[in-house]
């Protein structure tokens, strides 16, 4: 009994490890321990008592595999700026930001899987959508026009990519009940007290809801689509302002004084590899923080400061995008863009799979 209680416990813990820790693994583990199981099972000279604690273990593991499933990856509750896209907008060092920008960040993804001439080619065939006046050029306008119409696109299909995962009773609205077991699951049982991470889930969860609650504008509970988008994305609602303010302070104040200071400021968008220099866009940031972003001079950046930062609402990014992309490759400075000056620069309108591995393209895309 003793050895069959020690094979339990050894297997218990082996196997939390796999599921929180690595859980693209449980299903091997899944697998591989059913056949142990029907190996020990049939032979002749097996422990039935092992045999039976194993079984049991086994529905332990069943659980564990789904609660690893149901749970959300972390990277789900953490909030987006309301820019276009994540990336710095550094085109000294790569166009990414541009990329997303203009094609919308799930978009820009394909392209990177692309040769050159593909990238080049279906770049053409936007260019013909964005020139919706069919005069020959890409007027500022019709360049605004399709970046806000790409962004408002990945937000649409982000909504519509979740709004089935989570109306299950299909009745055209989402309940924070229903989110909630459906994100989280099994999880939250208290038979799962001693696993590492739970403190974790649990703050996601009273994130989850503290949104959910503001985007739920009637506060009956239940989240129409507009109000499903609002929680998904708030940095696109000016009612859900404080929200994304304290949800940004709850992530870069790390001693959690209430504010934010330049370390912290900086350790958000950039940690260095061992004995790593900066770079000199760290430097920028560096003296942003003291010339712009702390407004009042005390080193700090409060939750007013913190949302000057990261929802001026004066700042219509694809409106400077617009100009920025123009501004760059209009060669006759007509204020207006041409099929050909936009791939005479293509590279940085799309990537491919050279610009992808860090390939600098833009010197040399006549030799293309």
């Given amino acids: 009994m003793l050895h069959?209680?020690?094979y339990r416990a050894i297997f218990i813990r082996s196997l939390c490890i796999c599921v929180f820790v690595s859980p693209q693994h449980a299903l091997s583990f899944f697998l591989s321990f059913i056949s142990f199981c029907n190996c020990f099972y049939f032979h002749p000279t097996s422990n039935q008592s092992v045999m039976r604690m194993l079984l049991q273990s086994l529905a332990y593991l069943c659980v564990l595999v789904v609660v690893a499933v149901a749970v959300p990856a972390?990277?789900?509750?953490?909030?987006?700026?309301?820019d276009l896209s994540d990336r710095i907008h550094n085109d000294a060092h790569d166009f990414q930001y541009d990329h997303e920008a203009f094609l919308g960040k799930e978009e820009s993804k394909t392209f990177d899987q692309l040769t050159p001439e593909e990238s080049?080619?279906?770049?053409?065939?936007?260019?013909?959508?964005?020139?919706?006046?069919?005069?020959?050029?890409?007027?500022h306008a019709e360049l605004?026009?399709?970046?806000?119409?790409?962004?408002r696109r990945y937000i649409e299909e982000n909504v519509n990519k979740?709004?089935?995962?989570?109306d299950k009773n299909q009745d055209g609205k989402i309940g924070w009940e229903e989110y909630k077991n459906t994100t989280y699951g099994y999880y939250l049982d208290e038979e799962f007290d001693d696993v590492e991470d739970k403190a974790t889930y649990k703050s996601m969860l009273t994130r989850d809801e503290r949104r959910f609650k503001t985007a739920d504008r009637d506060g009956d509970g239940i989240a129409t689509r507009e109000e499903f988008t609002a929680f998904l994305h708030p940095e696109e609602f000016d009612y859900m302002r404080d929200v994304v303010v304290q949800e940004t302070m709850e992530d870069i104040d790390k001693n959690g004084d209430g504010k934010v200071d330049l370390d912290e400021y900086?350790?958000?968008?950039?940690?260095?590899?061992?004995?790593?220099?900066?770079p000199d866009w760290v430097q920028t940031e560096r003296k942003h923080f003291s010339e712009f972003r702390d407004a009042n001079k005390d080193g700090y950046l409060d939750a007013g400061e913190v949302a000057q930062w990261i929802l001026p609402g004066e700042v219509d990014h694809a409106d400077n995008e617009a100009k920025h992309l123009i501004h760059e490759t209009d060669t006759n400075k007509d204020e207006k863009i041409t099929k050909k000056e936009i791939l005479a620069n293509w590279n940085m309108f799309v990537g491919s799979q050279a610009?992808?591995?860090g390939e600098d393209l833009t010197k040399r895309h006549d030799e293309l």
């Fill in 162 to 166: 979740h709004w089935n995962d989570y």
């Fill in 266 to 278: 900086i350790g958000d968008m950039f940690s260095p590899e061992h004995g790593e220099s900066e």
């Fill in 120 to 139: 080049k080619d279906k770049l053409a065939k936007i260019v013909d959508r964005i020139d919706t006046d069919k005069d020959g050029y890409v007027s």
């Fill in 144 to 151: 605004h026009y399709w970046i806000k119409h790409r962004q």
């Fill in 4 to 6: 069959s209680l020690m």
């Fill in 74 to 82: 972390q990277e789900k509750r953490i909030h987006h700026h309301a």
């Fill in 355 to 357: 610009t992808n591995y």
